[in-house]
């Protein structure tokens, strides 16, 4: 197994504050008190770049900024960091997302991650034109990628499925490299899809066991169709130097929450086809209490927020122990948010990627960039230049 990469998250879904913003997933309103404005992201950016993170996940929904052209606006602004940008394939033709995908890659120096979100709330697909059900979301989305993934061949295209069809189709713009695909789903027909078509198959954070057999479902379904994925989590962080403070913010952050708030976002997250939101909401049964499900993992963020609704919390070292027993199952990534998202990523990059680089499963991306000189290629700690192998 490599080392471990982290990624963090730009909160385009209702802005940031120093409570949880609880939209996404089926809920409506928040209590965003930093705007989701081009300066603000860009600073989330050029910091989660300094501090060691890989990429940013810009997320999709109605509820958010577009992905697309929010990713453009900031990319730009800093100079390594990756965008995992999510998007639906229900609301743009293959086509189109092929030569976006390549415009993107080509013209940002290689630094476009997708996500792929087949969609699991029916109101919100509708809203985007979406009629299908669940199964057949999933099966358009089959029928997308393996037409994106044709075309990224630079081959002319002749395609006709039960959704999706294209005659004479050939791409112009080949994004070099091609980027990584990101998946998740829980259910069975997103397990299919994922086998055949991901890079790296994601999952939410729930206890290691669950998790593990989760895994082992997809490895499963991949092994049948010879292929072998990365996986990645998504989850978020509250990560202090004792224990103590750790969870005291954590109390803090569902202390304001009323009865009310959650008995409002648990009715309308109930109303999700997702599979994994059923998880998500198992863990915490709408309820404050017991919300610590595993040692330092919390499930209180998903009380009022769709979504990743589970959080790692404590100490520097809990922390890492935490993450040393999800790498034990399998998970190579992570996809990380908190709040806000600006101090609680120097929270985890100065706190615990120093810790895991302690014990050798994590390096900083700058000091793993490699040059050529006239023996070969040698390592160049601390370089800022982003070349391919980086």
């Not at 997933?25 to 770049?49: C, F, K, M």
């Not at 919100?124 to 393996?146: H, I, N, P, S, V």
């Not at 009380?303 to 520097?316: I, K």
């Amino acid at each position: 197994m490599t080392g471990l990469k982290f990624h963090w998250f730009l909160p385009t879904n209702g802005g940031d504050s120093r409570n949880v913003v609880g939209t996404g997933h089926g809920v409506t309103g928040g209590n965003a008190t930093r705007p989701a404005s081009v300066e603000y992201l860009g600073q989330i950016a050029r910091s989660a770049e300094q501090l060691g993170f890989e990429a940013a996940l810009t997320p999709t929904g109605a509820l958010c900024n577009d992905a697309w052209v929010t990713t453009a606006m900031i990319s730009s602004l800093s100079q390594r960091l990756d965008f995992l940008v999510a998007f639906r394939p229900g609301a743009v033709a293959p086509y189109l997302a092929a030569q976006m995908a390549g415009s993107f890659q080509n013209l940002s120096g290689g630094r476009l991650l997708l996500n792929v979100v087949t969609g699991g709330e029916e109101h919100e697909q509708q809203m985007f034109g979406d009629y299908l059900d669940k199964d057949e979301r999933y099966a358009r989305t089959d029928e997308f990628l393996e037409i994106v993934r044709l075309l990224w061949t630079g081959e002319t295209v002749n395609f006709t499925g039960r959704h999706l069809s294209v005659t004479d189709s050939t791409l112009y713009q080949i994004p070099d490299p091609l980027p990584k695909i990101y998946f998740g789903g829980s259910s069975p027909a997103a397990i299919d899809v994922a086998a055949k078509r991901a890079d790296v198959y994601l999952t939410w954070g729930e206890p290691p066991a669950a998790v593990a057999e989760k895994l082992d479902r997809v490895r499963k379904a991949a092994a049948d169709v010879g292929r072998e994925l990365r996986y990645g989590m998504r989850l978020h962080t509250i990560a202090r130097e004792t224990s103590e403070e750790a969870w005291t913010e954590a109390r803090r952050l569902v202390a304001h929450i009323s009865d009310d708030d959650i008995a409002r976002a648990q009715s309308k997250l109930r109303q999700s086809a997702s599979e994994g939101q059923r998880r998500m909401l198992e863990l915490h049964k709408g309820s404050k209490d017991n919300l610590e499900i595993y040692p330092n993992l919390w499930a209180g963020t998903g009380l009022v927020r769709g979504g990743a609704g589970t959080s790692m919390v404590g100490s520097y070292r809990e922390i890492a122990d935490l993450i040393e027993a999800y790498r034990a199952v399998g998970i190579e990534e992570f996809v990380l948010s908190g709040y806000p998202h600006l101090e609680e990523a120097y929270w985890f990059g100065e706190g615990v990627l120093p810790e895991l680089a302690r014990r050798g499963l994590w390096q900083h991306p700058a000091s793993a960039v490699r040059t050529l000189d006239t023996s070969g290629t040698v390592d160049t700690p601390g370089a800022g230049v982003r070349t391919a192998a980086s």
